[in-house]
C-alpha cells in the first residue's frame, strides 16, 4: 500500500509510513491529505494541521477541489496497487 501511494504521489514510502504514524492516520485519510494538496499545490503538512479543526471536505471545498476529481484519483491509485501486487 505504501509504495503504491509512493509512486502515485511522488514521495518515499518511509515519509508516508512517518506521516500515518505519526498523525493517527487512516491509508484513506493519508491518500486525501496527499491528494488534496497535490491537486491545491499546497503542502501536505499544511493540510493536515487543516484537517486537525475541519473535515476533508470542507478542506477540498474550501481549496476548490472537485470530489468527483479526488475520486477518480483514487480509482486510478486503486488499480496501480493491485498492479504492483500481482507483479509481486
Do not use: C
Request: no cysteine; charged share 30%.
Amino acid at each position: 500500500m505504501f509504495n503504491g501511494m509512493a509512486a502515485h504521489f511522488g514521495v518515499s514510502a518511509d515519509s508516508l509510513k512517518q506521516e500515518k504514524s505519526v498523525n493517527g492516520l487512516s491509508f484513506g485519510q493519508l491518500y486525501l491529505a496527499h491528494a488534496i494538496a497535490k491537486v491545491s499545490k499546497n503542502e501536505v503538512g499544511a493540510i493536515l494541521t487543516e484537517s486537525k479543526g475541519k473535515l476533508w471536505t470542507e478542506i477540498a471545498k474550501e481549496k476548490n477541489i472537485d470530489m468527483k476529481q479526488l475520486s477518480d484519483d483514487a480509482d486510478v491509485l486503486e488499480k496501480s496497487i493491485k498492479k504492483l501486487q500481482k507483479s509481486k
